[in-house]
């Protein structure tokens, strides 16, 4: 929530500025112009980044980071005596990701809407730069087939409910891969199966389950 704030100042500033560096950790780091424009969006950014170390260290979001009554009824469903813990809300974050091309979507549609390889395409992955690594290259040792990283990667919706010649449909329509959304991403509806399926057993006596995951 703080980075789609962060974001709504960021992205337009680079827009105007040709930015392609879109990482702000990146371009603060380098030589870049030092404007009256640059540096409030920098406070910004060190002030963003001050907020979220700050809830990741004490594991709870004070107060004082809720300014509206939105941010108060979306945190509200996740706050307990404990505070917001790793434990009861299990999540996956690729922290170290990020683009220096913001065409990366558009190149990516490129091959989803190539209809020659398209039944065919699961994911596609983009070379990705490794720093720190030991001198075998664990993350890449030659085995056979295409390397899943797990990052810099646009995955196929379609490849998510079988191999290329069986369809395992899911149980909730608006999964579907072919499924288009109409209603807004904060409509009710929307939302239910948002929730749904972010809960940590939605897949349990389901296809996703039995014969997807485990298949």
């Not at 337009?12 to 640059?38: H, M, Q, V």
């Not at 191999?163 to 939302?191: A, G, H, K, Q, W």
Request: with cysteine; charged share 25%; aromatic share 12%.
């Amino acid at each position: 929530m703080e980075a789609a704030k962060f974001a709504a100042y960021w992205l337009p500033f680079c827009r105007k500025n040709g930015i392609t560096t879109r990482s702000p950790d990146e371009y603060f780091a380098s030589n870049y112009s030092r404007t009256i424009e640059a540096e409030k969006i920098k406070v910004m950014y060190e002030s963003m980044k001050f907020r979220k170390e700050n809830v990741v260290e004490t594991g709870r979001v004070d107060d004082e980071y809720i300014t509206n009554d939105k941010d108060h009824q979306a945190f509200s469903k996740w706050r307990t005596d404990h505070g917001f813990t790793r434990q009861n809300h299990p999540s996956n974050s690729d922290c170290n990701m990020y683009s220096n091309d913001p065409r990366t979507p558009f190149l990516a549609f490129c091959y989803v809407l190539d209809p020659e390889i398209r039944n065919r395409l699961a994911y596609i992955q983009f070379p990705q730069e490794f720093h720190g690594l030991n001198e075998t290259d664990s993350y890449a040792d030659g085995l056979s087939g295409p390397n899943y990283m797990g990052t810099c990667c646009f995955i196929r919706r379609r490849s998510l409910f079988g191999d290329p010649l069986t369809l395992v449909s899911p149980e909730i329509r608006e999964l579907s891969p072919d499924y288009v959304v109409n209603n807004p991403i904060t409509s009710p509806s929307v939302l239910e199966v948002a929730h749904r399926v972010a809960g940590c057993n939605y897949e349990n006596q389901s296809k996703w389950g039995s014969k997807i995951t485990c298949g």
